[in-house]
């Protein structure tokens, strides 16, 4: 009996597998290979082999059926955009190539003390800095825009950015500006970055400042594998149809302020994001960090009546985001009948949503962030959830719902600004578990764990084990070796 059951087991796994991997470039698609090093590369090189690779990505001469091999250890200052039917993988041993979005600090004399423990910075005198510059941004008047302050050194996250220089209070705080209007900045980009830190910043060395961008974005019937993205004050993938992603490492994502006129002042900041025009997505075996928001979401406003089909997150890992899932799919004006049909998040695993890092606590610090406002159906199931709060929103998922999760006692099951002076269901009460199953009908396995006991260190690394995370190698030695300029 056992036996049959494994074998049914294995036999269903399979076939999910290879249903969720036949999305990406059609089988028979005929693709032309380029081969890009930045290190070794010169774009006046014909990339057709490793020997005469391309420097950059960009210089790659066609979007539609090519195969963009990128060589490993090295770091690609710049965007992916736009390719259809395409291959983007990596070539040769290593650590990932990296498609990074971080402006680094080259002299690191270049902090002004103007008091207070308050260092400015000027963003725009770019012969200061290497790695992302406004000549290759999608939008050049807010390259400047922030989300975060990186040291490599300690690999360390300063992503508490401030709207006011009178907000600068506690150390690691920054700023940059408190306009939030496109109007505003292409008449006055943003130029200065002030950051409160007790202890003088040349003293950190070559820091990093992720810069407002997409790394991945506009794919059509693409596979992109084996590569990194990292650095990216917007997001790190969005904006894909039928691709395949696998086996990447997102990182360092998120933290700019929205570029918008009229609503109010806030951040960005998803890993991989799937508006509700994207359709046909798979994503596989990947591992998603630190990020601003959340790590994975399907969502959209839609102001007519849209069916988001056949997007899969499926056995990622998932590392210190806000959120490792967030979903909603809400119709603006009237009820269209916006739906999911067969879309999932599932087999992943997420250790704890809440400390992204960005120290910036909120609420809404969970693994699933849910905004829906009409029964919908999604399956999220067979994941495992450790250290975080479980689900925050307006939860009336009819899909496949358990979990396995596991969390401290003063954490929240369920919680919700929907309505007025509701209070958190928490963990290790029967009848907040009682409640949770009555509004939700999800019947997750929950396990409360001590915060200090021998059991939880077990099951905390045995977890930790499974996630495997670690930096972006490949983009911290680039930016340890600094250039020695200004020290």
Known sequence: MMLMKFLALFISLLFSIVNVSAQGVPSWIELKTYYVSSSTGNDKNDGLSALSAKQ??????????????????????????????????????GDKPVICGLKILKDTNAWVLVGNNIWVLDLSDETKFDGYSASVCSNKTVVNNVGLIYNSKSDKVYGHLVCSKD?????????????HSQSFFTKQPISKLYWKIDVAPR??????????????KSME?????DIAIAGFSIHGVTGCNDCLIENCQIDLIGGAMFVRDKDPWCRYGNGI??????????????????TFDCATTIQGN??????VKNNHFVGNRIYHCRQAFEHFLNDQ????????????????????????????????DCNILSYETKRKSIDICDNTFYGGNYMYGSWMNSGKQKNKVYLYSDQYLFHTHWKTGFKPLLSGSASSNLSFVTLTADDTEFIVVSRCSLKTWLIKRRILKQVNWKPVGALRRYIQKGSGYGK
Not at 56 to 66: Q, W
Not at 206 to 216: E, K, P, Q, T, W
Request: hydrophobic share 30%; glycine share 8%; proline share 2%.
């Open 273 to 290: 994001e799937f508006w509700s025009s994207c359709n046909g997505n798979n994503v596989i075996n990947c591992i998603i960090s630190r």
């Open 302 to 307: 839609q102001t007519s009546k849209v069916i």
């Open 56 to 93: 950059h990505i960009y210089s790659v001469p066609v979007k539609e059926s090519a195969r963009v091999r990128l060589k490993c250890n090295d770091v690609f200052f710049e965007r992916v955009f736009g390719y259809k039917n395409s291959i983007i993988e990596s070539y040769g041993d």
């Open 221 to 225: 019937s693409c596979t992109i594998k």
């Open 203 to 216: 003293k950190l060395g070559c820091l990093a400042f992720s810069m407002y961008d997409v790394g991945i």
């Open 167 to 179: 907000s600068l209070k506690k150390s690691g705080d920054f700023y940059t500006t408190e306009q």
């Open 333 to 364: 004006g009237q009820d269209f009948g916006s739906a999911y049909e067969n879309c999932s998040f599932e087999r992943n695993i997420a250790y704890e949503m809440g400390y992204n890092e960005f120290s910036s606590p909120e609420p809404r």
